[in-house]
Structure formats: C-alpha cells, structure tokens
C-alpha cells in the first residue's frame, strides 16, 4: 500500500514500495530531465506478485522489467516499453531471442516428440549435437561429451571426472571465478561470500588462487603469477595430488577480465610438469562470446576438458562437459547423467544456432560487430574519460569500468555511479547490467543489427552524460539489487 507519495524532479514514487510506480504515461517526456519516463505500471505490479511466492534469492533484479516478448536483440515488458538487449539473458542467448532458426528447428522437433531421457533410451538430436561439439575440439584431439541441464553441473562433471581419472583429490581454481550454484559448483565460487553464507560446509579440497589478467603489467605478471601457488606446492599442497585446474580464460561475473597470456602460459606449463589436468570453464564465453568458438582458443592452449551451459542450448536448458576420449571413458553409468540432460528439443536448438553460427553470414556479422564494439568503446572514453577507467574483454564480452575520483586526484570504482548509469540507460531503452560492482557488462547477442548496436552506444553515452551532468538523481540508489 502506499502511504505517501513524494513528488521530486516531476515524477513520483512511493516511498514505502521497492519500486518506481511512474506515474506518467509511456515515452511521455520529461523537461527537466531530459528523459523519456515509461509507465511500469502492470510490470510493478507482476514485481509484487513475484515477492510474495518467490524467493527473494532467485533474483539479481536490477530494475522491474518482466518480459513480455522479445525477437533477437529487443527486449519488449509488460507495459510495451521496449530495450535493446546487452545482456543476452546472461550470455545465454548468443543469437537472441526467438532467432528464427533455433525457432524453426524447436517446432520441428515438436513436431516428433518434446523429450525422452537419454538415460534409457538414445536421441538423434543429442548424437548430432555431440558429434558436432567434439569436432569443435581444439587441436583436433579426439574427445567425448556429456549432456546436463546447466553450467553449474558441468562443472560438478568436471570435477568428478578429473578426480576419477586421475586418482587425485584437489581442484585449483580462481578467485573472483563464477562457475555455479549447485553444491559443487558453488565450492569453486568465490566472486560474493553471499553464495557462502549460511550453506557450508562446501565441497572439500577446493583451493582458489589469484587470477591475473590482461590489465596486469606484463613484468609483474611474469613475476607474480603463479608465486602463491608454487608456495603452496612446497608447503602445504602436494602438486602430485592436484587433479586439475579450472579456469575460465575470460572471468565473466569477476569483471570481463581476460586471463593475462603469460599467466595462462605458466600455469598450463605447470599443469603439465605435475600431471594436472587444465580445465577450461567457457560457460558464459563459449559460442564465439569472445569472436572465437571457446574462449581458450585465444591462448596457446589445448585444454583437457571444457565446461559448457547458457548458449550451448541457445536458450533452452543445457549443460556439457567435454574432454579427451579416455577422460570420458573413465565413469561408468550412472555416475553422471540426469532425466532431462541431452534434451531432444534443447540439443535441436542448440544444432540449430551451431549451424548458423559456422555460415560465412554470421561470422562476418560478427566481425562488423567486433569492431562496432571497439570503435564505440573509443567514442565512449573519448568523451567520459573522467569516468571511465577500462575497457576490458574479448570480443563480445566485454566491461566498461565506471570511476570516481576523489578530492585528492585518486581514482575509486564508483558503484552508485555505475549504478545511476544503468538505470538511465534502462529508462531510455537500453537492457544493460553490472558485475563485479563497478563494470558495465557489455554482451549483446552478437548477430545484433549493426545500426541497433550503434543506437544502444549512444544511449549508453546519454546516460553517461546525464550522470557526468548530475542529472540523475540519488533516489535510484534505493533500488539497487544486482551483485
Ligand atoms: C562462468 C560461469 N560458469 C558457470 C555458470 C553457472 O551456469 P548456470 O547458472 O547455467 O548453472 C555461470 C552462470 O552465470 C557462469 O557465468
């Protein structure tokens, strides 16, 4: 209920509900603002509905947008406002939303049948999808897949198989790594200690270490990189009794940081010195993310396992783990398998974007885009060079640092500010959120129209202008919910 309604800059909240109930009509402007305010009405209200039967920590809400419908990069609510999509359902969605091929090979499919559990039985979709994957493989090596339902229990495959077929008991992964939710996944993440609190114990001998990336000085990189782990091998954890190492190449949720390649180069030295294996976890920058099929490929690299989710089943429920041959031969039934993993119809739309992903068509869309990305990269620090501090990431995953500088000169990531940013852009029609309290996360769907693309960088810049010029007020601030 609300009890007061407070007018401020025209236009109103309520000051006892979490969210803005605008009262002004859709796209009707705003002088003073200088922004087109939207009505939110039938979303807020859904919001509420929501609270009362979900629970609160199945969402990272950073606005109350509930999807209505959506075609490849627009996103539509509710209330017929509409947003250009930088999120991809969280790099899930790698050609959009309702892509017209996915779309086409899902009523297909239907038209067969929905599902039935390769646990007991065999599917054609998941035999097609599979002997494509593993053609995939970087250098050619001969590897075998598995099929779960998302990337947290890929990772858990990882783990069990590593541990299986080496006979060794620990994991090396990364701080500021996000690998997933389930149990084990949850044990190898350390990006907010919310995903610890409460739940322990976690699963045991995981030991995270210090991940380096490209921002680092090659110098001290060379220097520092694997320093606390070679400590750790001659002190307290016996190299000999490491089974892999998991990491991913881009750290997605830590901040968009590439791993630094002289990092990646030691480590995978390391790894084959000790008999680990070198796991690569391309959950969020697999599917050409990064402007190449795996993430890894970015690095001389050829890892014995990759972990797989979000877009491996462009936007259907999947998950995978992949490795060499005698890696995956080392479980027998049923140490790894779940009633709905190699779905027919998410494994028919997972073929269906692989496809078109391998047309000259689509790698050229993506080049263009590629570069849209860096060329407004560019035009952005150009003009907000006061606020920005990097641009980091590969590809098509990418962050913007958003900063404040202090009376002194010094610069601190400004977390009000990345937020005041986002939710302007949001306002003006622009679907962008942030990780690691300070990047903006740039991941569009990378077949985004070319002039879409350039249209939602320049939201992103009037939003930045409005947050350089104060001109977004401090009331936002109550609604911030994100990581
Ligand atoms: C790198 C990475 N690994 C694993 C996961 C977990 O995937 P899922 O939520 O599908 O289980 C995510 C999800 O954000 C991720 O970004």
Request: charged fraction near 20%; include cysteine.
């Amino acid at each position: 209920m609300i009890s007061a309604i407070v007018k401020k800059h025209e236009w109103c909240y309520s000051i006892e509900q979490d969210l803005f109930l605008y009262v002004v009509s859709n796209k009707k402007h705003t002088k003073d603002r200088g922004v087109a305010t939207m009505n939110t009405e039938k979303c807020t209200s859904w919001v509420e509905r929501d609270k009362k039967v979900i629970a609160p920590t199945q969402h990272l809400s950073y606005f109350p947008l509930v999807v209505e419908s959506g075609k490849d990069s627009i996103i539509r609510d509710l209330d017929g406002n509409e947003y250009i999509d930088f999120l991809s359902s969280a790099s899930s969605l790698n050609l959009g939303t309702c892509n017209d091929h996915v779309k086409a090979a899902v009523q297909e499919q239907l038209k067969k049948y929905s599902q039935y559990t390769i646990a007991y039985t065999y599917n054609i979709p998941a035999i097609e999808y599979a002997e494509r994957l593993v053609s995939t493989y970087p250098g050619g090596v001969k590897a075998k897949i598995l099929f779960g339902n998302c990337g947290s229990d890929g990772n858990d495959a990882a783990v069990k198989f590593a541990r299986a077929f080496t006979g060794r008991t620990k994991i090396i992964t990364f701080i500021n790594g996000y690998h997933g939710n389930t149990y084990g996944s949850s044990s190898m993440t350390t990006v907010t200690t919310r995903m610890r609190k409460k739940m322990g114990p976690f699963l045991p001998e995981i030991y995270p270490f210090p991940f380096f990336g490209s921002d680092t000085p090659d110098d001290v990189c060379e220097k520092e990189c694997l320093k606390e782990m070679q400590r750790a091998f001659d002190t307290y954890l016996p190299a000999d009794d490491v089974a892999a190492v998991i990491i991913e190449p881009v750290q997605g949720d830590g901040g968009l940081i590439p791993a630094h390649p002289i990092f990646m180069k030691k480590l995978y030295e390391l790894c084959q010195k000790h008999g680990i294996l070198f796991i690569s976890e391309e959950v969020q920058q697999a599917f050409y993310r990064t402007g190449k099929m795996y993430g890894i490929e970015h690095y001389d690299i050829v890892p014995d396992g990759i972990i797989l989710g979000k877009s491996v089943g462009a936007g259907l429920t999947l998950g995978a783990f992949m490795a060499r041959d005698e890696i995956m031969d080392c479980l027998p039934a049923p140490a790894h398998l779940f009633t709905l993993g190699g779905n027919a119809l998410a494994c028919s739309a997972g073929i269906a974007a692989f496809d078109y992903m391998q047309t000259e068509e689509f790698q050229n869309i993506l080049k263009t885009n590629c570069e849209i990305l860096q060329e407004s990269f560019a035009m952005l620090k150009e003009k907000h060079g006061d606020i920005i501090s990097t641009t980091n990431g590969l590809g098509m995953s990418c962050g913007i640092g958003i900063v404040k500088t202090n009376a002194d000169g010094t610069k601190e990531p400004d977390l009000d500010g990345t937020f005041k940013i986002l939710y302007r852009a949001y306002e003006k029609g622009l679907l962008v959120i942030s990780v690691a309290g300070n990047i903006l996360r740039i991941q569009p769907p990378l077949n985004i129209d070319h002039d879409l693309f350039r249209k939602a960088f320049a939201i992103l810049d009037e939003a930045m202008a409005d947050y350089e010029a104060g001109n977004i007020p401090d009331d936002v601030l109550q609604f911030q919910n994100g990581w």
